[in-house]
């Protein structure tokens, strides 16, 4: 069984855990080694609980807590800040929506070692607000789920898939947006789950996000949560799940800092610059103030945004839901931002040496242009305006 780990030993672990993962980063990303040693550390560190309620046996750590902890170990592998993403979602969803006898069974199982993984997204014509993928309910009481979903963080490391799907009653109506949705938490082992190892992302490539297929698997109706009644009033479930996303982001953007100050270090002076290492020149220094501005100014918002999470659950109204939205939209986009501008801006501060395949260095561009695709900042920017311009609140879905 995993320890709980204190409040105050949270943040000491993951950097610990940080230092150990940042050490073979980049050999496997070059080599798309995915990283089994180090999800089997994760499990054994204990911050797979953090986010259990403490009446359940785990930590409740704060979102304040939770988004330094995912910005810890994005700046050591992103990769592997990202699969527990789902897993610390999807416990709320449970939080939210189980039964007491679900949260009993499943933060027991967490407790266990367990890691959860998501199996959501699908292809389609259809917009990503639909789920084709059914969970067909039984005269039993049980139900029958069967799709296929795509890019399924962790599921290769899971004990646990937890599958997205709309609730059907088998009548062979084609499920829309409004279809009733629920999460069945699959066994890694149900017969009929097949999880296929066929990411072939640019960046992020170690995150086993493979292709899940469900065919006919049966579900009996205590591993399944209601998804859709978590919308129905003001929560901080979307608030939240785009927090660690951007926490990721935030990640991207100092550990590819951190990268582009050590190869300033070995670079060359430019020969106009007039000085004896590249650090000395004028035009290097304005380069590294400029990065640093933007990457800390995203390093404060994602802060803030936690803060406003927290201080939102402990007085949930409609209002403080969307400032907790709103406030964690902006630091997405700052964190977007900041991501980007360090991955590019390292090159310029490491010199030509910098872009050597040896070093691997392009893995934060790649990381951070393939992560940072996740839910649209062109969508943030108009909710942020929105609310702004006319305090138009933002929509309830788990996407802000």
């Not at 009481?141 to 290769?156: F, I, N, P």
């Not at 006919?216 to 660690?244: K, M, N």
Request: glycine residues 8%.
């Amino acid at each position: 069984m995993t320890v709980s780990l204190p409040a105050d030993a949270v943040l000491d672990v993951a950097a610990k855990l940080a230092g150990q993962f940042e050490i073979d980063a980049a050999t496997r990303d070059e080599q798309r080694q995915l990283p089994y040693d180090q999800v089997a550390a994760l499990k054994e560190s204990g911050l797979l609980t953090i986010s259990v309620p403490e009446r359940y046996g785990g930590t409740g750590a704060s979102a304040t807590v939770l988004a330094e902890v995912f910005r810890l170990l994005a700046h050591a592998d992103p990769s592997i800040a990202q699969i527990p993403q789902s897993h610390v979602t999807f416990l709320e969803a449970l939080r939210l929506q189980g039964t007491e006898a679900q949260k009993e069974f499943f933060f027991g199982s967490v407790g266990d070692g367990a890691l959860l993984a998501n199996a959501q997204s699908e292809r389609g014509p259809h917009t990503i607000d639909v789920d084709t993928t059914s969970l067909r309910r039984q005269p039993s009481g049980g139900h029958v789920l069967s799709g296929r979903k795509y890019y399924c963080t962790g599921a290769l490391f899971a004990d646990w898939i937890l599958v997205r799907a709309s609730v059907t009653d088998g009548s062979g109506a084609a499920p829309t947006a409004a279809t009733p949705k629920a999460i069945a938490f699959v066994a890694r082992d149900t017969p009929g789950v097949e999880v296929v190892d066929d990411w072939d992302g640019m960046g992020q490539r170690t995150t086993a996000s493979g292709t899940a297929i469900l065919d006919d698997v049966v579900v009996p109706a205590e591993h399944v949560v209601p998804f859709s009644p978590i919308f129905a009033g003001p929560s901080t479930y979307g608030a939240r799940a785009q927090l660690w996303h951007a926490a990721i982001d935030v990640g991207l953007a100092t550990g590819a800092l951190a990268a582009g100050v050590r190869e300033s270090g070995r670079a060359r002076p430019h020969f106009e610059a007039r000085v004896q290492t590249a650090t000395e020149d004028p035009t290097l220094i304005a380069a590294a103030g400029e990065l640093t501005v933007t990457v800390r100014g995203a390093q404060a918002l994602l802060a803030e945004a936690a803060r406003r999470v927290d201080a939102a659950e402990d007085a949930l109204t409609p209002q403080s839901a969307a400032e907790a939205s709103i406030a964690v939209a902006v630091a997405k986009v700052a964190a977007t931002r900041a991501a980007l501008a360090a991955a590019e801006g390292l090159f310029e501060l490491g010199g030509t040496r910098s872009a050597s395949a040896a070093a691997n260095l392009s893995r934060f561009w790649r990381d951070a242009r393939t992560h940072t695709l996740h839910d649209p900042t062109r969508w943030k920017l108009q909710h942020i305006g929105r609310y702004t311009l006319s305090g138009t609140v933002p929509p309830r879905h788990g996407q802000i």
